[in-house]
């Protein structure tokens, strides 16, 4: 009797699948559009849409408690990242560079770095209007902050990271029209540790992610008023889009995945359009075109104007000069190329340093040190070194004497054999045909002799690249090679960096292949003479377009060259989803106040279920829905919130993590952050629809009471894994998890956790 009235019921409300009475339907695509436009027209007159949701169970058909729910999310937000922000009072893993960054901007001292540079003109921001003076040296890990007003960029980074909870609630609620999906996705950001920990200190991270998630929103918005084109919500949608692309991509080059995810929207939202024959060509060429300015064009204007300010503000010589041209580095207050004179032409006797073209190709260098046993000739090192340095001076002799003239030396032409003498050692540039430290199949260079004596191998031919014999080196201007004379191959920096033993610096070797490259051309960039007369170089300042795109050259290949050192901590994509190992912030004995970043290991585990879960739950509904099933009006819409927004955020989650395996650079856990916050709001997603439809095998009120007891497992076994694992958040001192009275005892659920 009982089993007869739950099929009454059933039959009554729609919520059966009828497997057993098919019939011919629309295709899937026919009950989207017509789902879809019912929703979205629907929605211009009543902003809240019921679509079966509730939130832990109650029904949420008015404005107001989402409201509350929104406040709430908001309030928890910012209460977990600010808490304890002020702890450890000393650095913590990589504030030591983007902390140090800050100051650079406030002292506006030139740097280098491999990412662009919105996110530490942020920081830098954030330190002055708090009254950080710039002063702190950032020096290492563990340093005390003191006096230092450090907390108002912790502050900032924290805000920023507390605002990702809220977009991720935003957007699921968007995608999916239920408060409790987008409550689930809430309380799985606010309640995950490394998230907290990520947003707590003065780092790029939270800023990146803050513009992902922003650009996303935006996107998902406009996308909703699709039906209200060219109104002001739908313009203020697409440029708020286009400023938050702008924004991510001048934190950090990884902002090019969601620009790639809005990317291949807009090209599916164009493609639609194009097939809406309500509309004439006229009306698609506009929708084409507001795409092109709000979302190619406006963001291109303030990515370059981020570079605009960044090179107007740091207008100081740094320890970043030596990575960019000389041309670069004679804008630079305080650079000994700025509105400086030196001789024009190179001369005999003088005194040099010599630059690799290739961008951080670095000077010509030597040292005292020698090179290892097995490892060439064991000769004395020359490398290539990136920053100014007294070691990075070399004399200039004729090939048969080092004797200065006594009345005005004679100029070095395209064509002279000449001899450098190093400066500080008195050794001679040297090759012969010992194959190099790492380029095999070249020979290696070295210094060698006793104050400038030494033998034929010492002889270089200058070379002016695009010049006759007899012409004249230009200091600066001229790109010149040197033709190693007894094995004819050519002074070569090749951008690899040496082992230890040769302080990670660059290796110079000289190459037998004469093909004419950067990496084979130098330029003369101090010239000291005092028997020649001076010329200014004000004249070899570069245009904004050449700094810019120096720029970025010299980022890119310092981004290509990031391995890792012996013994430094870096991980594998693989390891990421499962929470394979996490990442020392602070602190390694029991005396020091200890950091872990690691995340909530019920969040992580269960974004990476779901994700199977999801996979599964979407084929289903293709299955049914392509064979014609007969679904109610709540399956069709499960099934296109699961194939529309659903997608959507698998295609971010994929676009932030999987071109991590092809990248050759080192790698470390915080990097699949941005995939996870994806992650988090396709599980809140998947979850809502699954415990919706316990009415498939339970009917009323048990199915009700199923989902209910379902949603709180959840919401029980994310807030006590937090408060199991939130002294790696907050910080804990004491002892080690692995001794008896500690915080973490019996929490080592993985061996590979380091805490």
């Known amino acids: ?90 650095v913590c893993w990589d504030e030591t560079h983007f902390g140090k960054m800050g100051s650079y901007y406030i002292n506006r001292t030139f740097f280098f770095d491999v990412h662009p540079p919105l996110g530490k003109m942020l920081i830098g921001l954030a330190g002055y209007l708090t009254g950080y003076d710039g002063t702190f040296p950032f020096i290492k890990p563990g340093d005390k902050y003191e006096h230092h007003n450090y907390w108002g960029m912790r502050g900032f980074c924290a805000v920023l990271g507390s605002f990702l ?45 803050f513009f992902i998630m922003a650009a996303v929103l935006s996107m998902v918005k406009f996308n909703q008023q699709r039906y209200r084109p060219f109104t002001a919500p739908w313009c203020l949608w697409l440029v708020l889009t286009g400023v938050n692309l702008a924004g991510a991509l001048g934190v950090k080059f990884v902002g090019l995945f969601v620009i790639l995810l809005v990317g291949l929207n807009t ?134 004497d080092n004797n200065s003239q006594s009345g005005t030396p004679d100029l070095v032409r395209h064509g002279d054999v000449i001899r450098l003498e190093h400066k500080e050692t008195t050794r001679n540039l040297h090759s012969h045909r010992h194959e190099a430290p790492l380029t095999k199949k070249h020979f290696q260079v070295t210094g060698y002799g006793i104050n400038g004596t030494g033998d034929t ?20 201007r001229s790109n010149i090679r040197f033709l190693h004379r007894a094995t004819g191959c050519v002074l070569y920096s090749s951008g690899k960096t040496l082992p230890k033993w040769g302080w990670e610096q660059v290796e110079v070797t000289c190459s037998p292949y004469l093909k004419e490259t950067p990496s084979s051309q130098w330029s003369i960039e101090d010239h000291i003479n005092p028997k020649l007369s001076n010329i200014s170089l004000s004249v070899l300042k570069p ?56 995340g909530n290991p019920v969040v992580w585990w269960t974004n990476l279920a779901s994700l199977g879960l999801y996979l599964i739950m979407v084929a289903v509904a293709s299955v049914a829905l392509q064979r014609g099933f007969s679904l109610g009006q709540k399956r069709i819409e499960h099934s296109r919130v699961l194939m529309r927004g659903g997608v959507l955020l698998l295609l971010g989650w994929l676009l932030h993590y999987a071109p991590f395996y092809t990248m050759g650079r080192v790698l470390y856990y915080h990097h699949y952050f941005p995939a996870m916050l994806f992650s988090s709001m396709l599980t809140g997603i998947t979850l809502d629809i699954l415990l919706k439809s316990t009415d498939l095998l339970l009917c009323q009120p048990y199915s009700d009471w199923l989902q209910r007891i379902g949603q709180m497992v959840l919401l029980f076994g994310v807030l006590y894994s937090f408060y199991l694992f939130h002294p790696l958040s907050y910080g804990m001192m004491g002892s080690l998890a692995n001794e008896p009275g500690s915080a973490m005892t019996g929490l080592k659920w993985m061996d590979s956790w380091e805490f």
């Open 1 to 90: 009797m009982a089993k007869e009235e739950c099929i009454t019921q059933w039959n009554k409300t729609g919520h059966t699948s009828t497997l057993r009475n098919r019939k011919t339907l629309p295709s899937s695509e026919k009950i989207f559009k017509s789902s879809s436009a019912h929703v979205s027209k629907g929605r211009q007159d009543d902003p809240q849409s019921s679509n079966g949701a509730s939130a832990l169970g109650g029904g949420f058909n008015n404005e107001s408690p989402n409201r509350v729910l929104l406040m709430l999310v908001v309030g928890l937000s910012l209460s977990t990242r600010l808490y304890k922000i002020t702890e450890p009072p000393h």
């Open 165 to 209: 909870p809220v977009f991720g609630y935003l957007i699921v609620l968007e995608l999916s029209q239920s408060p409790t999906a987008a409550l689930i996705t809430a309380s799985l950001l606010i309640f995950d540790t490394g998230c907290i920990t990520i947003s707590q200190y003065i780092l790029l991270d939270p800023i990146l992610m």
């Open 267 to 400: 090209i599916w939202d164009l493609w639609s359009l194009l097939g809406d024959l309500s509309l004439s060509l006229v009306d698609i060429a506009k929708h084409f075109l507001a795409r092109v300015v709000g979302l190619i064009l406006l963001p291109l204007l303030l990515y370059v104007a981020i570079f605009a300010v960044h090179f107007v503000v740091l207008n100081k010589s740094g320890p970043g000069d030596g990575f960019f041209s000389s041309a670069f580095q004679s804008r630079l207050i305080g650079n000994n190329l700025h509105n400086a004179s030196m001789p024009e032409y190179l001369a005999y006797g003088s005194t040099i340093t010599v630059k690799n073209l290739r961008i951080a190709g670095g000077y010509l260098h030597s040292h005292w040190h020698l090179y290892p046993e097995g490892v060439g000739a064991r000769q004395q090192q020359v490398t290539a070194y990136l920053h100014k340095d007294y070691n990075n001076l070399w004399l200039v002799h004729r090939q048969d």
């Open 457 to 476: 191998n010492d002889l270089w031919q200058v070379e002016v690249c695009g010049g006759q014999k007899g012409d004249l080196v230009k200091v600066l």
């Open 543 to 598: 245009h904004f377009l050449e700094i810019l795109l120096e720029s970025h050259i010299v980022m890119i290949r310092g981004n290509s060259g990031l391995k890792p050192k012996d013994h430094e901590m870096n991980s594998k994509p693989w390891h990421w989803p499962i929470n394979y190992q996490g990442l020392r912030f602070s602190g390694v004995n029991e005396t020091e106040y200890r950091v872990y970043l690691l």
